[in-house]
């Protein structure tokens, strides 16, 4: 049986307001494990001068998932947390 794949909405936040979100974004592209496809980013305004990164990321539904895409993410210079807002079949 092949593996299905999943899309998942990952939100990355930036360590300060004062960060170079457009700096942040290149790291999370480059930052992208093999076999996980990014779909789209887009940054959204959350309080303060605070923005978040929303990552569109297509991964295998395999055992650990988004997994491998949240550890690459969490070592991006200036990121401060990443959380997986949402996960869908494709």
Do not use: H, W, Y
């Not at 049986?1 to 004062?18: L, R, T």
């Not at 930052?31 to 990164?53: D, R, S, T």
Request: glycine residues 10%; charged residues 25%; proline residues 6%.
């Amino acid at each position: 049986m092949s593996m299905g794949k999943v899309m998942a909405v990952i939100k990355v936040m930036p360590d300060s307001v004062d960060r170079d979100v457009g700096m942040v974004m290149d790291g999370l592209k480059n930052a992208l494990p093999k076999g996980a496809e990014l779909k789209g980013m887009q940054v959204k305004p959350i309080a303060f001068g605070l923005k978040a990164i929303l990552c569109a990321v297509v991964v295998s539904d395999s055992e650990g998932g988004t997994e491998p895409v949240e550890e690459a993410f969490r070592k991006v210079p200036g990121v401060e947390s990443v959380t997986v807002e949402n996960v869908d079949l494709v």
